[in-house]
């Protein structure tokens, strides 16, 4: 399972509950799109977890920015990431930006809303915010393969569990969990 987040915005803690934190324990990737605020929640995060890839966001401090890069690369799952916290131009700007790390999936958070949007080359998933929602559903999302084995069965859902919306994605090969930060 790959678990998906984004905008914690916390000064001391994760702020994982419910379903939330039982999808960060038990996935073999987490990808955390920015905004864990401090370094606490960072760590926090981090200790809950395997495997996590994150990014920086604006609203992290100086502490998080030095350890997390603005944009980086992950394959999991055979789907190859590509990861930032926000982009100018709206969903063209994301899309090119995956385009350019040939990603399957563009991961971006920022506007703590949960959102799938699926282009003619990616698709564009911002799991919301699962601690600070800002008037939007919170969220995070999960990705699993397909009982057919054919692709990833994808859902956005709120930290109880309550399903947001679902999705499905194909891959074409299995991947290692390489990274690639940029």
């Known amino acids: 399972m790959i678990a998906i987040f984004s905008d914690t915005h916390s000064g001391d803690g994760h702020e994982?509950?419910?379903?939330?934190l039982?999808?960060?324990?038990e996935a073999d990737t987490v990808i955390h799109a920015g905004d864990f605020t401090s370094e606490a929640a960072l760590e926090a995060v981090q200790s809950e977890c395997d495997l996590l890839y994150a990014v920086h966001g604006n609203?992290?401090?100086?502490a998080v920015r030095e350890r997390l890069p603005t944009a980086r690369t992950v394959e999991a799952g055979g789907v190859r990431f590509a990861v930032t916290h926000r982009r100018d131009g709206g969903e063209t700007g994301l899309a090119?930006?995956?385009?350019s790390r040939d990603a399957d999936v563009v991961v971006f958070g920022h506007s703590h809303r949960p959102t799938v949007v699926e282009t003619e080359e990616t698709l564009?998933?911002?799991?919301?915010?699962?601690?600070?929602?800002?008037?939007n559903r919170p969220g995070f999302a999960v990705l699993e393969e397909r009982a057919d084995g054919d692709g990833l069965e994808g859902e956005i859902r709120e930290p109880d569990g309550t399903l947001v919306?679902?999705?499905e994605l194909a891959v074409s090969a299995s991947?290692?969990?390489?990274?690639?930060?940029?």
Do not use: I, K, W, Y
């Not at 994982?16 to 939330?20: K, Q, T």
């Not at 039982?22 to 324990?25: K, L, P």
């Not at 090119?96 to 385009?99: D, P, S, T, V, Y």
């Open 96 to 99: 090119m930006f995956g385009r």
């Open 59 to 62: 609203a992290d401090s100086a």
């Open 124 to 135: 564009l998933l911002n799991p919301g915010s699962h601690a600070d929602p800002r008037g």
């Open 16 to 20: 994982l509950e419910g379903e939330a």
């Open 22 to 25: 039982t999808a960060v324990r």
């Open 165 to 167: 919306e679902s999705f």
């Open 175 to 182: 991947s290692d969990g390489e990274d690639t930060a940029r």
